[in-house]
């Protein structure tokens, strides 16, 4: 139809060519860069917090010296001519950041406590778990000694697994990694939430200014009423899609820039940056495993869906912010309290979803996933876990089938909606208005 | 053939009759005066031939034909009374995409924009937003937007409501100009002057049911009281005759009469002449059409109240 495509271009170009959107489309992304940019600015510059730390080593664990190769950053001051109940009130006087006080220890091989840390302020864990660390490895080698077992005899003990998951899908096997899986269900939930709640609103606010600036009838009386709501929504659609095509090609752009300037900036080496060269290599074989789970995504098939759930989902909802748009009047807070029943599925929908990451067959997330107001957000947070194909197929020809259904209804209630001004609308009404006929 | 013929037309609500049986015709080149008070019905009867809202009964013939709102809405331009355009739209934009939507090709529509807005010397507002506009020049705005088609019916409610008597000779002179090429003109309005003035043809529409049909002059002779002013040279003390009685004595030697059924203005005359006054003027008072419309009215509830609907 002629006449939806020129409402159809209306409603896209008028929001292109605002100022708002070119600040939200190019700002945001600038914004994302930007914080990337200072944090990483921050890991590098700033390296580890060097704490001094007094030491009243009662129980004389490590001879009053610590070994330099387990240094963990900090600075220990034993102290000896002090009682710790004296040291305790005035460690900060003396220019101390902590006092660690470790009371005689009668038996190595029973389990040790009363180890204390005074401080002024709760101890950041990461310092918490150095201090431990340290002290932990100098009771493991009093031990060993205690036991008579050299070092080298413990470590072909020690027993340290990792459980690869192969994922076999018929054609090929590959590492499949938990997190990766978790990761990208949850940024795909919610990011067919954001857009369905953001375009879904848009369109609301569309349709009441036709309505409150009463260009409602002007409208009507030369286009249909469900084109004209058509269009819009269509309109608005394609809108959010030409954002969120500049964002990506903003994004990856922009990345692909500053990897150049800065080395460092390259997103797979990014938690490397800043930590000792220790902890290096477990992060190394960290990235690898990451680095092979994202290989194991289905990416064709999570591009495809997303962009159908996207799609069917901000249909299914934007005809009900449409309907909703085109019965509220002046009133806000009346817009409000007609908006609520609208919104209540997309959040439930968002609450299975961050259930369905982890558990992805549950009842409630095959449900979830199947029913057309929740679909969107959660099959999209369970595909990557080889949902049957029989369900996507059912979820997304019900989610197609209740755009039409909804479609249809608010078309209905628009048609009345638009028309009607200065009168609050009931529910009742508007149940009225779909079922009588035009 | 008539350009628009509205037979026995009907719409219900569920807490009232809107339009309940409502006939008229409307030839080209006419200007057709709707009249009413407020919840009369006549925006209701305006959304139907519009192709808004649906009758539930009755029938409309567009030249010749049954009524069809996709195809001849084309031709029909319609200002409603609740009025409005995109406040954040260039209203050069914003008038081609209504020109558009009324089926003009994207040339045919700058075309007919530009020929509309250099006629109401609107040209520099092409590159502004409507929310820059003052209310009047809005009113202007959406009187062009209407006629940009080049409609064969034009329907406009209350098109001067917000406008100054410059701008409202400006558009009362182009809808004279649209219905002399042609074009029937539906005006509907409270302004019961501007009704007198332009129109050829009324109907006055209460509770739904047209109470009143016909040409101006027609209506003001049937409602007419056989009302005359008389000026005279001097005015005598006593008047006493049967012919007629003095309604009003004007200081500038005017007299309001009126004549008693049987007589005739002749014997008004006939009793002056007979007092020897001198007669310096003599002419009918025709009722105008606010005194009509508050006599039919009146009585009637100021707002429709609710009713039950049983059909």
């Known amino acids: 139809m002629n006449k939806i495509l020129l409402v159809i271009q209306r409603e896209y170009l ?31 510059s700033g390296g580890p917090e060097t704490n001094k730390i007094a030491v009243i080593d009662e129980a004389n664990l490590f001879n009053g010296n610590i070994d330099k190769a387990k240094d963990d950053g900090s600075e220990y001051v ?57 002290i932990n490895s100098i009771i493991e080698q009093k031990r060993l000694q205690s036991a008579n077992i050299s070092r080298e005899q413990y470590r072909s003990i020690k027993s340290d697994v990792s459980i690869d998951n192969k994922i076999v899908d018929g054609k090929e096997e590959k590492k499949g990694v938990a997190a990766v899986a978790t990761i990208v269900s949850f940024v795909c939930g919610i990011l067919i939430y954001m857009l369905m709640l953001i375009y879904g609103t848009m369109v609301m606010r569309g349709v009441m200014e036709e309505k409150l600036n009463r260009i409602a009838e002007v409208m009507v009386s030369s286009v249909k009423p469900f084109q004209l709501m058509l269009g819009k929504i269509i309109g608005i659609g394609a809108v959010g899609l030409t954002q969120f095509a500049i964002w990506i090609v903003l994004i990856v752009g922009l990345q692909f820039i500053l990897s150049i300037f800065i080395p460092s900036f390259d997103l797979s080496t990014l938690p ?81 979803m961050t259930k369905a990451i982890t558990e992805p067959n549950t009842p409630l997330a095959i449900f979830g996933s199947i029913f057309p107001l929740t679909s969107p957000v959660v099959m999209m947070g369970r595909l990557m876990y080889n949902v049957p194909i029989s369900q996507v197929i059912i979820s997304m020809l019900l989610l197609v089938l209740n755009f039409i259904f909804f479609a249809w209804l608010s078309g209905k209630i628009y048609r009345t909606g638009i028309l009607m001004y200065g009168k609050k609308v009931t529910w009742k009404e508007m149940i009225r208005w779909t079922v009588r006929k035009s | 053939m008539n350009r628009l013929e509205v037979k026995h037309l009907k719409k219900y ?69 609740e009025k409005g ?54 009113q202007k705005l959406q009187f062009v937007t209407t006629v940009l088609n080049d ?64 040409t101006v ?10 009302m005359f002013a ?32 049987g007589y005739k203005p002749n014997d008004v005359l006939h009793y002056f002449l007979q007092q020897q006054v001198g007669i310096n003027s003599f002419h009918e008072i025709l009722p105008s059409l606010s005194e009509i419309f508050i006599k039919l009215v009146e009585g009637t509830p100021l707002t429709r109240q609710f009713q039950t609907v049983t059909a």
């Open chain 1, 14 to 44: 008028v929001r292109v060519k605002k100022k708002s959107f070119l600040f939200t489309t190019i700002g945001v992304p600038i914004i994302i860069i930007g914080f990337y940019a200072v944090m990483i600015a921050v890991g590098v």
């Open chain 1, 78 to 134: 034993f102290i000896s001519n002090q009682s710790p109940d004296s040291l305790k009130v005035k460690y900060k006087k003396l220019g101390y950041d902590y006092f660690l006080y470790i009371p005689p220890i009668e038996d190595f091989t029973k389990n040790v406590s009363n180890i204390q840390l005074f401080s002024k302020s709760p101890v950041a864990m990461k310092q918490k778990r150095k201090i431990e660390k340290t």
């Open chain 1, 272 to 352: 490397q940056t800043g930590q000792g060269a220790g902890a290096m290599a477990e992060n190394v074989s960290k990235m690898d495993a990451f680095r092979i789970g994202f290989h194991s995504v289905p990416w064709g098939l999570i591009i495809f869906s997303f962009i159908f759930y996207f799609i069917g989902g901000y249909l299914l909802y934007a005809s009900l912010f449409a309907a909703i748009g085109s019965v509220v009047s002046e009133d806000q807070n009346e817009a409000q309290a007609m908006v609520f029943p609208v919104m209540m599925p997309i959040v439930l929908g968002f609450v299975i």
């Open chain 2, 13 to 81: 609500y569920t807490s009232q009759k809107a339009v309940d049986d409502i006939s008229f015709s409307l030839a080209p080149g006419s200007i057709f005066g709707l009249l009413g008070p407020n919840g009369a019905g006549k925006t209701t009867l305006l959304r139907m031939i519009t192709g808004i809202l649906f009758p539930d009964e009755g029938e409309i013939i567009f030249d010749g034909k049954k009524f069809d709102p996709d195809t001849d809405i084309a031709y029909i331009g319609y200002m409603p009374e």
């Open chain 2, 85 to 138: 355009l995109y406040k954040k739209m260039q209203i050069g934009d914003q008038a081609i995409y209504l020109a558009q939507l009324k089926g003009l090709s994207k040339a045919a529509a700058l075309e007919s924009v530009k020929h509309w807005f250099v006629k109401f010397e609107m040209q520099s507002w092409w590159n502004k937003k409507v929310e820059d506009l003052s209310k009047g020049m809005q």
């Open chain 2, 151 to 214: 409609p064969k019916l034009i329907i406009l409610d209350e098109p001067f409501s917000g406008l100054d008597p410059v701008n409202t000779n400006l558009i009362k002179d182009e809808i004279y100009k649209l219905a002399q090429n042609g074009s029937s003109i539906i005006f509907s309005t409270h302004r019961m002057e501007q009704v007198e003035e332009i129109c050829d043809h009324i109907i006055l529409v209460n509770k739904g049911q047209k109470i009143l049909d016909g």
């Open chain 2, 217 to 226: 002059n027609g209506v003001k002779q049937q409602f007419k009281e056989n």
């Open chain 2, 230 to 261: 008389i000026g005279l040279e001097s005015i005598p003390e006593n008047i006493s005759t049967p012919a007629f009685e003095v309604i009003s004595n004007n200081r500038d030697h005017q007299l309001l009469l009126k004549i008693h059924e």
